[in-house]
């Protein structure tokens, strides 16, 4: 009986430590937006790259991650990203707009 309650319990908080990945991932990734983890569960099932062993896993987490998108949309609302990446890459965005305004030095 007690093996059977310890066994329950394992699968139980395995379950729940498996939900909702996408999100997580995405969320301390840097992306931005809302529902972020369920939009990369999605462009991973539309995208012929992925394995067609994965994406039945995506599929079963799609519904979770939405709803942990859902509790973290509060955070999403009203998080501005601040993370390296998106720095470096307004960077480049406006070193890119000043070297098109500036013609290049004649040889």
């Known amino acids: 009986m007690k093996i059977r309650q310890?066994?329950?319990?394992?699968?139980?908080?395995?379950?729940?430590?498996?939900?909702g990945c996408s999100s997580i991932m995405t969320h301390t990734?840097?992306?931005?937006?809302?529902?972020?983890?369920?939009?990369?569960?999605?462009?991973?099932?539309k995208d012929d790259d992925t394995s067609w062993g994965l994406k039945p896993f995506v599929a079963l987490d799609m519904p979770l991650t939405a709803v942990t998108d859902t509790l973290l949309l509060p955070w999403d609302a009203?998080?501005?990203?601040?993370?390296?990446?998106?720095?470096?890459?307004?960077?480049?965005?406006?070193?890119?707009?000043?070297n098109s305004v500036i013609p290049p030095a004649a040889p």
């Open 6 to 19: 310890l066994q329950h319990l394992f699968l139980g908080s395995g379950l729940v430590a498996l939900c």
């Open 29 to 45: 990734g840097g992306q931005e937006g809302y529902y972020p983890g369920t939009r990369a569960s999605y462009a991973l099932l």
């Open 78 to 98: 009203f998080h501005t990203n601040n993370s390296i990446r998106e720095r470096v890459e307004k960077s480049e965005q406006k070193n890119l707009a000043t």
